[in-house]
């Protein structure tokens, strides 16, 4: 029997935000079984993605006809947001009341740091909050292709009902009740995955990225458990798994980012050269304050940060680093 809240079912679903991701999401719970509803910003694009049932921010994949696309913010049990940290707040304002609400976005919103659901409980503080998160490429998903993410957060009949709404045999979803760790992993992972990036970009080798990426995942660690998440989550898919695939190859936004700035690019051209949204370089100094606010280190992070800014260069960054006190692991 489906579950219920309400009086609405999760077969019905909204996802907010017609991006790469949001539009695989959509994608996704066609495939689970349910009615969707797809939301565009720009009604102009509403109409284009309805018609031709194809995406321009991915291309190859189409929507099934049981996917309905508008501009009007919907109402529904589930909702999804699959749009930007950065709009994150805007769109969520004009919500409708009801439903539960899962976040699909990764970051920290500046100025503060503020998580995904940070965000969404300062403006919704009576509703069901979870994140789904974890390592998927979104043309990927939307193939069809084996992968597995995490909901995290909310009590355990909502995490069952979100399951329940996006899984499929090749879509495999874990529940977890540690959002916080959830959030963290996913938001970090993508300022690493710039700094993995720079040190293939500027031909630093192998042995260079593997050690990164692994006091990256300290980092990630660290500052997870010092906003109340768990050690143990972060080496779990929202942490180690999304970290991996987002570390591994120009498929990623954020890797690609920083290969370009690994090659000498300035930022703003580096960024201007990218084909959405690398999440990695709103959240950088955004981490960085907040994990100083917290009294912990995050050398890695602050790099990143300071490369994006323009205070260092990649060589001054790897200066920085190496030249860090010797200490036990």
Known sequence: ?????????????????????????????????GQVVLWAR?????????????????PGAMLPESVHVTAILPTAAIIALAVPIAHLRSVATQLPGIGMLVACAKGMAAPDGALPLEILAELWPDRRLLVLTGPNFAHEVAAGLPAASVVAGGDAASRAAVITAFASPRFR?????????????????????????????A???????????TRGLSEIAGLAVAIGGQAATVSG???????MLTCSGPSSRNMSLGLALGRGAPPDVALAGL????EGAGTAAALVARAGRLGIEVPICAAVAG?????????????ALLSRPLRVE
Not at 6 to 11: E, I, K
Not at 203 to 213: F, I, M, S, T
Request: aromatic share 4%; proline share 2%; net charge neutral.
């Open 173 to 201: 979803l874990y529940g977890n009740d540690d959002a916080i760790g959830a959030q963290v992993g996913g938001a970090a992972k993508n300022v690493i995955a710039i700094a993995a990036g720079c040190v293939i970009g």
């Open 203 to 213: 031909g630093l080798g192998e042995n260079a990225r593997a050690a990164l990426v």
């Open 42 to 58: 720009d009604p102009a694009l509403a109409a284009a993605l309805h018609k031709s049932r194809t995406s321009p921010r991915l």
């Open 307 to 319: 490369l994006l800014e323009g205070r260092l260069d990649v060589a001054g960054a790897v200066t």
């Open 237 to 243: 898919l929202s942490g180690l798994g999304d970290l």
């Open 275 to 278: 084909s959405g949204t690398a």
């Open 1 to 33: 029997m489906a579950f219920r809240s309400n009086g609405w079912s999760v077969n019905n679903i909204a996802v907010i935000g017609a991006g790469a991701w949001g539009t695989a999401l959509a994608i996704q719970a066609a495939r689970a079984g």
